[in-house]
């Protein structure tokens, strides 16, 4: 598994739980760029062929599809579809990662609304379906 494809879809998880209500507030994007310089660069060793840590890809494809009108279900199936297909490589560690960022971005504004408690439930448990054989790290 690329670690840049794995962050380019936790964008798109990102970006569904933001968006999955209609509208990406300033607060939302604040928490995804705490997220990302605070949590996901300081564990993350890639980097691409430019030198530039692999977990930045979270915040570029959320950026590119704030910017596309991207559509929220179709950003979360993407993430899911991508997980199932990579499900060996899948740790327990970046499931964690995966809930507990979904959960930042959805407490980011006004706490948690009905439609990202929903989506949230919906990301439990598919992950929670995941069979991971191998761990690999973070």
Do not use: W
């Not at 999955?20 to 605070?38: F, M, N, P, W, Y």
């Not at 996901?40 to 980097?47: F, Q, R, T, Y």
Request: hydrophobic fraction near 40%; aromatic fraction near 10%; charge should be negative.
């Amino acid at each position: 598994m690329l670690y840049k494809d794995f962050y380019s879809e936790l964008g798109k998880l990102l970006y569904a739980v933001a968006d999955i209500d209609g509208a990406i507030t300033q607060s939302e994007k604040k928490v995804l760029h705490e997220i990302v310089r605070k949590e996901l660069v300081p564990s993350e060793k890639h980097k691409d062929e430019f030198g530039t840590d692999a977990a930045y890809y979270a915040e570029i494809e959320f950026e590119y599809l704030e910017e596309e009108i991207g559509d929220a279900d179709a950003a979360f199936n993407s993430f899911i579809d991508f997980v199932e297909e990579h499900h060996t490589a899948f740790s327990e560690k970046m499931r964690k990662v995966c809930i507990h960022v979904a959960k930042e971005i959805a407490n980011a504004y006004h706490k948690t609304n009905k439609k990202e408690k929903l989506i949230i439930k919906r990301l439990k448990e598919q992950i929670e379906l995941i069979d991971t054989n191998v761990e690999v790290e973070l």
